[in-house]
Each structure stands twice: as C-alpha cells, then as structure tokens.
C-alpha cells in the first residue's frame, strides 16, 4: 500500500517492536521511518519532518521525554505518542504535560497503536502547527486539547485517552447528535475489535467521573450528544 497518509517517524531501540509498528503501519498507508537511538532520530527529524513522531520513552542516548522537551522548546507542534514499558502514572503525566498528544504503555495491540495515530492526526489536523488548540466549554465542563486537560466545576479530572478523547469529539460540537458508528469512527478510527457497545461503555465511564456536572445526552435509538 503507498504511504498516502504521510511518513511517521518510529524511534523505538527493541528491534521486533518496532518491527511490529513499521508493519502496521505501512498497511494502513503511511510511510514509515524508523531509529533506534534518541539521536538518529533527532537528527531524523530535523531531516524528513514526519507528520507524527511514536516515541519510546527509554531511548539510548537522548530519551523520548527529551525528544520532545527539544521539540516543544523549538516550537514545534508536530504530533507526539510516547510508547513505554513504564506504567506509572507520574510518568503518563509528565508526557502529557510535555506536550505529549497521546501514550501507550507495553504490552500494547499494534491495532491499537494504528487506531491512536489516526485519532491524533484527525484531532491535530484542525489546528495549525505552533497554534493552541482552542478551550471547549459545555455547562460546567471545560476541555483544553492542547493541555489534554479537563475540568469539571472547576476540579480537574483524570481521564484516560479514549475518554478524553470521545468528550473532546462531543464537545467540539455541540448539541449535536453523533451515532455510536460516528464516534467509532472519530475516536477508535473504526478498529476491527470496537464496537458500539465500546462506546456505551465509555460514555458510562465519563458519565461517572463527570457527575452531575456531565454534559452527555443519549438519545434514544440514535447516539449521543453534549448539551450545555
């Protein structure tokens, strides 16, 4: 399949893994470069100006996090997903507040991987590089996608990707009704294994974090939608 989706650059130093990612990748039409050290990869950058970078975060040499401290400092918005074998939550956190667009922990599904990087270029591709994403607010609920950060009366919340990822394509529009297929579609990339219970599920998960300060509406037979 020709990458007619734009290159990626892959720095990852485990040589199946990032096998693993050029592959699927590569079918689902991007074109796909890949390093194994912190600073071939820098110097990648600079030299083929990939349209996402998927960045392990224990690279040799210069590490993920640096990588992209060097490319937030230059002001370059270029889209980032860290990969890592670390789950902590300080260190998802860190990423984020990097800049970071999205993180996956290993074991991770290359699908899944796949899925991400759509949803981000999708997201991404609404907003100029080295402009702010601009502040959502739905009732008492306020999302700012460049910060990935939500606020519900006020208190921050913790979400995962996907959360935040389905209250963001809600609240970029709101009042109106997307179907479960839509959603799917805006924030799974239509992934083979999702399926619109997926969505039940999510919009459950929101619902409970959100309390009665939750903007989501179902309606009946058709979807969901984000009302003020």
């Not at 734009?6 to 074109?31: H, N, Q």
Request: with cysteine; aromatic share 6%.
């Amino acid at each position: 399949m020709p990458d007619t989706q734009g290159l990626v650059l892959v720095a990852e130093d485990d040589p199946s893994i990032a096998e693993l990612e050029r592959a699927y990748l590569s079918r689902a039409g991007f074109g796909v470069h890949v390093e194994r050290d912190g600073g071939a990869a820098w110097e990648a950058i600079q030299r083929l100006r990939p349209v996402l970078l998927v960045l392990d975060v224990a690279l040799p040499s210069i590490d993920g996090v640096e990588l992209c401290r060097r490319l937030r400092g230059a002001s370059d918005w270029t889209p980032v997903i860290f990969v890592t074998a670390r789950g902590e939550e300080i260190d998802r956190l860190i990423g984020l507040e990097l800049g970071a667009d999205d993180y996956l922990a290993k074991p991770f599904s290359p699908r899944e991987l796949v899925a991400r990087v759509k949803a981000v270029l999708r997201r991404t591709a609404m907003t100029p590089r080295g402009h702010e994403a601009p502040v959502l607010e739905v009732g008492a609920v306020r999302l700012d996608p460049t910060r990935r950060l939500v606020l519900a009366k006020g208190e921050p919340l913790e979400l995962t990707a996907k959360e935040f990822d389905l209250l963001h394509a809600l609240m970029e529009h709101p009042g109106r009704v997307f179907t479960r297929s839509q959603l799917l579609s805006a924030v799974w990339g239509q992934v083979e294994y999702a399926s619109s219970r997926t969505v039940d599920v999510h919009v459950a998960q929101l619902r409970a974090k959100l309390g009665d300060a939750s903007p989501l509406r179902t309606v009946r037979g058709v979807g969901y939608a984000a009302d003020s």
